[in-house]
C-alpha cells in the first residue's frame, strides 16, 4: 500500500469527520432560508450554555447560539423527527463533533413536538426501526397513511454520514414514507452508496462541499424525479486565507484533512441549516416574522 493511499486510511479510522467567513459558489438558486433520548445523548448538556463546551465547538454553533429562543416568538412547532447521522467511525454520543451538539441543540430548541437523535452511519436498522416506532402511534402491525404523515423527518449528516442520509431515505421510500429535508455536509460515498441522487420520497435537499484535501465531498446531488424533489442548492464552500479552529480534532487530520473539518465546524453552514429546519416547523405569525432575526445570506 502506498504512502497516501495509507496516511487516507489512518484518517478514516481516527476521525472522517472550522469559524470563518467564507466564499462560496452557488451552483444552483436557493431560497434564504425537546428531546434527545439516544444512550448518552440524552444527558448532553445545551451547547449553548455549557462552559465546559470547547472552544472550537463554542466557534461551531456561535451564529446559531445568538438566535432569538422560540418561546419568545410565540410560534408554533410542528410535529418531527430529525435524525443526523455522525461520519467516519464516530460514536453517536461523541460531543466533539459538532453535529452531535447540533442535535442537542435542536432538542432545546424545538422542544418536545420534535424528536431528535443522533446515530452512528452504520447504524440505518436501527435507526429505521426507530423511526418506525415513532410513527405507529396506535402501535399497529403496520403504519397508516395517516400516521406516515402525522410528522416531519429531517435528515443531516457529515462525510458517510452524509451519504448514508440518501440511503436511510431509499429504506424509508419503500416502506411508502416521505422526508421533508436532506442536509448533506461534505458527503462521502460509503462503498455501495449513491449519494448523488436524491430519491423521490425527499422533499426538499441541499448540499454543502469542499473540495480540497484527502477527503473531498460529493460537489452535486440531483434529483431521481425532478417533479417531486426540490433540490436548494450544491454551495461548495472556500476557506483559503481563512482562520479555522479545528481544535476538536486530531493533529494528524488539522494537517491532512483540514478543509473536510472546516466545513463541519463551519457555523454558517449550521446557521443556514437551523434557518431551512426552521422554515419546516415553525409557523410564524406576521408580527414574529418582522421580529425575527433575517436567514443566512449565502454570496
Sequence with gaps: MGTVPSIVVVLLVVTLNCSSRLG?????????AAYIDHPGAGSMAEPCQDPSTPPALQAALRLVCSRARIEAANQHVRKAIILGFVGGFVKPADVNHPEVLFAAYLGRRYGSAVHVEIFGNHEEKKAVADTILRLDTDKGSFLTTDEKEQAKIILYGHSWGASQTLTFARELQQRGIRVSLIVQIDSVKKFGQDNRTVPAN?????????????????????????GRTKILGNFHMLYDGHQVNCDNYLWLSRVFNKPHHQIENDPQVWNHITSLIDSELLEIGAQAQASSPESPVLK
Design 24 to 32: 462560496i459558489a452557488h451552483a444552483q438558486g436557493v431560497p434564504s
Design 202 to 226: 425527499v422533499a426538499k435537499a441541499v448540499n454543502f462541499y469542499q473540495r480540497k484535501g484527502l477527503t473531498r465531498g460529493q460537489p452535486l446531488i440531483v434529483a431521481a424525479d425532478a
